[in-house]
């Protein structure tokens, strides 16, 4: 054997020893699963936690809007019919929107034709967690909406702002006296 190709062989037996040395060491791991378990659990709690805001603040948005409908039938005095959408109009995507309208108009969808109708609407503020990098909601509020044309809205502070609006109140004459017509 000559001296070049046993320095092959010596460099291939210590490379060998070197690897078989190398995998039997526990310094790391290639993958961290506790890392990305952790991860992953962060991940489940921010859903969760945001879910669960979602639903409690809808509780809250349906307990406001019927006492809105009280306060409205109240402040009415009965001449007017004032429903939650959802009622009003049998379909539950409507749940949010509050319907004033003069009457049940023989099973005429009230979102068509003469109605004064407004939306309460949660408020959710999104931001990106670090740690996963995934984007999460917080309800931060509730807001009231009607349409000024059918793509804009426009948001009111509360309802004693949407009820000093100009068009509120011009559309709640109208409603009035077109009940008192009939």
Request: aromatic fraction near 8%; hydrophobic fraction near 30%; charge should be neutral.
């Amino acid at each position: 054997m000559t001296q070049n190709q046993q320095q092959i062989i010596d460099s291939l037996i210590a490379e060998f020893n070197r690897r078989k040395n190398d995998s039997q060491r526990v310094d790391f791991n290639l993958i961290d699963i506790n890392e990305i378990d952790e991860i992953n659990n962060l991940h489940k709690q921010l859903t969760e936690d945001s879910l669960q805001d979602g639903i409690v603040w809808k509780k809250h948005r349906d307990e406001y809007i019927d006492d809105l409908i009280k306060k409205i039938s109240h402040d009415l005095q009965g001449r007017l019919m004032v429903k939650r959408g959802d009622i009003a109009t049998g379909n539950k995507n409507y749940s949010n929107y509050i319907f004033i309208y003069t009457n049940e108009r023989a099973g005429r969808n009230p979102i068509d034709g003469d109605v004064l109708k407004f939306c309460v609407n949660v408020v959710s503020k999104y931001s990106t967690n670090e740690v996963t990098k995934e984007r999460y909601g917080k309800c931060i509020g509730l807001s009231l909406e009607r349409y000024v044309t059918p793509n804009s809205r426009k948001e009111y502070k509360d309802e004693q702002e949407l009820f000093n609006c100009e068009y509120t109140k011009e559309r709640l004459k109208y409603l009035l006296r077109k009940k008192d017509c009939q």
